[in-house]
């Protein structure tokens, strides 16, 4: 959680400064820490719950902030030689690496690793501890 | 447009709040206790909790105020629109915590979720409730806003009345069935949404043949002679990039501490059906993305190409609407109502939380359930009253008061429910320290932005980044700064249980 902080403090310091491209880079930092931490179970992190979705989609992002950036730079007070989709080409690898496909991408892959998120098992455990025995398997039987 | 054009589109726009009321009047059956009333019930599937969800995270901001900044300033705006991926991640992160912490104890309301890892710290509570108090204030006002400008282009009617007769049907129904009906509302209000959303993106194809041909028309001669600058169409708009950090930012570390979030997690009956609420979630989030993309650049498109003229970025809708035609009007004019509605009727159901339970629980005073509600009700209909106040005041844009309510909200919840559910470590003493910084942030934030709105001081915020990313900052390092110096609490095992899911 101190990476966290020292993050939080490089991430507004940059963009303060002037520099929010850097500070949006170090959110995708921040988002990461908050990534690992989130996959904590007992106290041991579950790194591959990280690797996938949420990785990959912080990368598409890095990739969209980059290709943005390049191609606002590019074509900055002129016409752009080429479009995507009819779109600015910078505000097309937005589109495509920041909107859709990462939404696509975390909405399903959080359904595909639902169950090494959080088990079946795990949770009627949380309950039987919680609850007492007989309420074991309350999730399961409302749903 | 004629005189029964217009009492058609006033019909069809009075029909979602009829339907909302008649919804909140059938919840009412439903609400079996004062915690159901509040909030305490986990008994709703992930489709109803998706799309309330989306309504009450979307609202008029979205349908209003994104479109307008859309046409004035370009694509800036849709980076906060399209930072959905990251309402995934916040599921992830915290979702199952939070669902868990529920099943500790009574959990209605978020001051009861911060009194469970906090172990009842009054002084949290207390900042908390003031800090959400403020947030939904401005939260409520941009609705309010947004309802004027929609019967004001209709009608020309009075703002003032326009927005007392939409809150006393709201306050209404609200009271009578609080969060049970409020969730139930907010879903068909965000179906609303969802259905203008696919009938919008439809007619922005065929009205303008596409993306390319808008971009060919803010580039041209008519564009400039519009007064549109075809920076607007790059990734980052046409503001300063400083916007373009702070509405890429605000969403994606905000959306998972949002009221309209964590409280819905609470109601969603397995914790193992987050990821399929996340899908309806965001995938209804995407359609609105698109029509909310597809009205701005429509504005441009007209505009550019002298087909209308829109004197106020708030008024784009409506005046796309209306070129649009009667079937376009018959959906985007109820979809706007929906959207300020659902986010709304959740506002006040949280001000009425504050008021009634969390605000007397941090003064020790403890009010009989049955009395809470009346407590509630009362509270809710002063909150309109007085967002509707603050609307007639501050006369700001709808989606600047929406990112103010945003920015506040999260710098409010995020010490607790971030960095408190995410850290064994956070301490009561660090996080009240967090959060105080994060009170006096706020209220020197928005003094300076009334005294430079009244010409009576130039105060910049550094590198122009607006001033809620300093106060969420503050809150968030002060927290975890004062939580290393300070010891930490004894935690309640199966908070432990729950924070280790």
Not at chain 1, 130 to 138: A, I, L
Not at chain 2, 206 to 214: A, I, K, L, N, Y
Not at chain 2, 311 to 317: G, I, L, M, S, T
Not at chain 2, 481 to 490: N, P, Q, R, Y
Request: with cysteine.
């Amino acid at each position: 959680m101190s990476i966290s902080g020292l993050l939080w403090l490089a991430m507004v310091g940059l963009a303060g400064s002037g520099h929010w491209l850097a500070g949006l880079y170090t959110l995708l930092g921040l988002l990461l820490v908050y990534g690992v931490l989130g996959t904590s179970h007992k106290g041991r992190f579950d790194l591959r719950l990280v690797a996938f979705p949420s990785l990959v989609w912080l990368a598409m992002w890095a990739g969209a902030f980059w290709l943005g950036n390049h191609y606002a730079e590019l074509y900055s007070g002129r016409e752009p030689e080429f479009t995507v989709f009819g779109f600015h080409p910078s505000f097309a690898a937005i589109v495509v690496l920041f909107w859709i496909v990462p939404t696509l991408l975390m909405g399903f892959g959080f359904e595909a690793v639902k169950d090494r998120w959080l088990s079946q098992e795990r949770w009627d455990e949380f309950l039987r501890h919680v609850h007492g025995p007989d309420e074991g398997n309350d999730g399961e039987d409302q749903s | 447009m004629s005189e029964w054009e217009r009492y058609l589109i006033l019909a069809s726009s009075f029909s979602v709040l009829l339907i909302s009321f008649g919804i909140g009047l059938w919840a009412k059956k439903k609400v079996t206790s004062p915690e159901a009333f509040f909030g305490g019930a986990k008994i709703f599937g992930p489709l109803t909790v998706g799309l309330a969800t989306m309504a009450a995270v979307g609202s008029a901001f979205a349908v209003v105020g994104v479109p307008g900044l859309v046409y004035s300033t370009g694509n800036t705006i849709l980076l906060f629109m399209f930072a959905a991926p990251a309402f995934v991640f916040g599921y992830l992160v915290i979702g199952k915590k939070v669902r868990a912490m529920a099943e500790i104890g009574t959990v209605a309301s978020l001051g009861d979720l911060a009194d469970l890892r906090f172990n009842g710290h009054r002084g949290i509570k207390l900042v908390l409730s003031l800090m959400m108090f403020i947030g939904c204030a401005m939260y409520l006002s941009a609705q309010v806003e947004a309802c004027a400008k929609l019967f004001e282009n209709l009608f020309d009617w009075n703002k003032l009345i326009i927005s007392v007769v939409i809150f006393a049907i709201l306050i209404a129904y609200t009271v009578i069935s609080g969060e049970i009906g409020g969730i139930l509302t907010q879903a068909f209000q965000g179906f609303v949404i969802v259905l203008a959303g696919l009938i919008f993106t439809v007619a922005f194809f065929v009205v303008t043949g596409g993306f390319g041909p808008v971009l060919e028309a803010i580039s041209g001669s008519q564009g400039a002679a519009a007064g549109l600058d075809p920076s607007a169409m790059t990734a980052w708009g046409s503001l300063p990039g400083a916007y373009s950090f702070a509405w890429i930012m605000l969403p994606t570390l905000g959306v998972m501490c949002q009221p309209q979030v964590l409280t819905r997690i609470m109601m969603l009956r397995d914790p193992r059906e987050l990821p399929k609420l996340s899908i309806y979630a965001v995938s209804t989030n995407m359609i609105t993305g698109m029509m909310v993309m597809a009205i701005g650049y429509c504005a441009i498109y007209l505009a550019a190409n002298g087909l209308v003229e829109i004197d106020h970025p708030d008024k784009a809708v409506f005046k796309v609407a209306d070129y649009l035609g009667l079937v376009a009007q018959l959906f985007v004019y109820p979809a706007v109502l929906a959207a300020a509605l659902s986010t709304s009727s959740l506002f006040l159901s949280l001000a009425g939380n504050i008021v009634s339970r969390d605000l007397p629980g941090s003064f020790g005073v403890t009010i009989d359930p049955v009395r809470q509600v009346t407590v509630s009700r009362i509270a809710m209909s002063v909150m309109g009253v007085a967002a509707i106040g603050f609307a007639a005041a501050s006369g700001d844009m709808v989606a600047i008061l929406g990112t103010y309510g945003f920015g506040t909200l999260a710098a409010a919840t995020f010490p607790i429910f971030i960095i408190g559910l995410l850290w064994k470590g956070a301490t009561g003493r660090g996080v009240m320290t967090g959060m105080l910084a994060a009170l006096l942030a706020t209220v020197g934030g928005i003094t300076i932005e009334l005294l430079n709105k009244f010409g009576l001081s130039d105060f910049a915020w550094p590198g122009g980044v607006p001033w809620y990313v300093f106060v969420m900052a503050v809150a968030v390092v002060v927290s975890i700064a004062a939580s290393l110096l300070t010891t930490g609490d004894a935690l309640d095992h199966r908070v432990e249980m729950a924070m280790e899911l």
